[in-house]
């Protein structure tokens, strides 16, 4: 199996639909890994719904959650994996606010929000704590805190020599960008939040996302092979993105902006 990361949705906070977005996509964030033999899905969003069928014919998917706000988990529900029978979603996310990753999904996937619960679905759903540093096969994935309003999981996926960094919802703030460097120093492949323009980010400041610009930064000052700025605001649509993307380009050559269905070769 050759190394590969998919991107399922590009989104963040929700879905947008309409020939405006037709570029970079409208589903939100979810992303296939596929490293060492093994195949890992990052995040839940709408754009789960698009998972290819060779993953459909896994018995067995491990699924990190780097958070459970509501547009990382759209898509869990109505996955068509989890509506076939004699399959298993392992999902992992890191117990918050007191509350366990099943409680947490619960909340969301629970009446009267929503009338099917995890333990209802066809396929078998477990949910298992996401900490520290853990395997799944031949994968290690090692985790570290990111500034997010309730916390996010930024992940790094290493196997054979090669890695992954998964670093959306996170405010790569002056203080804390040494760290986050060297948690992604010497990736193949960043995949890091930009969700805002340098213009807006006075006002923005607070939210717990980056500028496209911040993250630019973070792939140059890891040393990142390529990477893909993520988490695009609903408004974004494809010409303001194309636009960002010639800006960057001159100075950011291994940086561009994530688009929906884009198979990136590691």
Not at 117 to 136: F, K, N, R, Y
Not at 147 to 161: C, E, F
Not at 245 to 264: K, Q, S, T, V, W
Request: aromatic fraction near 6%.
């Amino acid at each position: 199996m050759t190394d590969c990361v998919t991107i399922l949705g590009t989104r963040g906070s929700v879905p947008v639909s309409g020939p405006e977005y037709a570029q970079y996509g409208g589903a939100t964030t979810c992303v296939l890994v596929r490293l060492g033999g093994e195949t890992v899905l990052i995040d839940a969003g709408t754009g789960l719904m698009a998972l290819p069928e060779a993953a459909m014919e896994l018995p067995e998917l491990p699924l990190l959650l780097t958070h459970a706000h509501a547009d990382h988990l759209l898509g869990l529900a109505v996955c068509p994996y989890v509506m076939r029978r004699g399959r298993r979603l392992d999902i992992y996310l890191k117990e918050r606010g007191g509350m366990d990753g099943r409680t947490q999904i619960a909340r969301m996937f629970s009446p009267p929000i929503w009338p099917v619960g995890l333990e209802e679905l066809p396929a078998e759903v477990c949910v298992h704590p996401l900490d520290g540093s853990m395997t799944i096969g031949n994968i290690r994935i090692d985790t570290l805190e990111g500034t997010h309003p309730g916390g996010v999981s930024l992940l790094r996926l290493t196997s054979g020599g090669k890695s992954v960094a998964f670093m959306s919802d996170c405010t790569f703030s002056e203080c804390d960008m040494p760290e986050y460097v060297g948690f992604a120093r010497g990736c193949d492949l960043l995949l890091a939040d930009g969700q805002y323009s340098p213009e807006e980010w006075e006002e923005h400041k607070d939210f717990g996302h980056s500028t496209w610009l911040m993250a630019a930064r973070l792939a140059g000052e890891c040393g990142a092979g390529l990477a893909r700025i993520i988490h695009h605001d609903p408004c974004r649509t494809d010409a303001i993105l194309d636009a960002a993307a010639a800006a960057l380009a001159p100075d950011h050559p291994n940086c561009a902006f994530a688009r929906e269905g884009e198979e990136i070769f590691l």
